[in-house]
Structures are given as structure tokens and as C-alpha cells.
């Protein structure tokens, strides 16, 4: 029995490891009014998204723009004509895809 709680103990403990080690992708987009969009990013454990690729692609999927986030986790570009998505990716798990159509002033 000793045995049994404390494999449950150590599984536990490495469940409450993985879920603190973990960080969920953030990213929000604006019109800022003037036919530029501005998204801010990061991760929900406070890291930085300074180098995340940023693409922007149109109605059909096709990639219009590349870029990055900046070192202040931010990426702002020229809003594009008709349907739109944003894609903010930070690799295998870590991709937010934002229409165009909610990104509203």
C-alpha cells in the first residue's frame, strides 16, 4: 500500500510539473484605424514572443506577408484588401490563426 501512494504522489507530482512548465500561445490583433493592424503576443507564463513568426495570408491561403514579432512582442502591418487571417507561430502546438474578420478598431 506504502508503494501505491507513492507512485501516486511522484505521478502527481510530475502532472503539476508539466502543466507549470507549460505556456499557452497569446496573441490579439487591432485595426488601428488608419489601415494598419497591430497584433501583440507572448505566452501565458509571461514569456516574450520577441522572434515568433508572424505570416499573413489572403482569402485563398496564400502567404502575403511574412514577418516576425519584434522585441517588444509585437508585429504591425499594412491591413490587406478583402478576406484576410493572421498567423501567429510559435512552432508545433503553438499556432494562433486570426481572421481578418475580428480584427476590429
Do not use: W
Not at 493592424?37 to 516574450?48: A, H, K, N, P, Q
Amino acid at each position: 500500500m506504502r508503494h501505491f501512494v507513492s507512485l501516486a504522489l511522484l505521478t502527481g507530482l510530475v502532472l503539476m510539473a508539466s502543466v507549470a512548465f507549460a505556456h499557452t500561445p497569446l496573441c490579439s490583433c487591432f485595426d488601428n484605424g488608419d489601415g494598419t493592424v497591430l497584433c501583440e503576443g507572448g505566452f501565458s507564463d509571461g514569456s516574450s514572443a520577441s522572434g515568433v513568426k508572424m505570416h499573413v495570408k489572403d482569402g485563398s491561403g496564400n502567404v502575403v506577408l511574412e514577418g516576425q514579432m519584434s522585441e517588444n512582442s509585437d508585429f504591425e502591418f499594412d491591413k490587406p484588401e478583402g478576406d484576410y487571417v493572421v498567423v501567429f507561430d510559435a512552432g508545433e502546438g503553438h499556432v494562433i490563426e486570426i481572421p481578418g474578420s475580428e480584427i476590429v478598431e
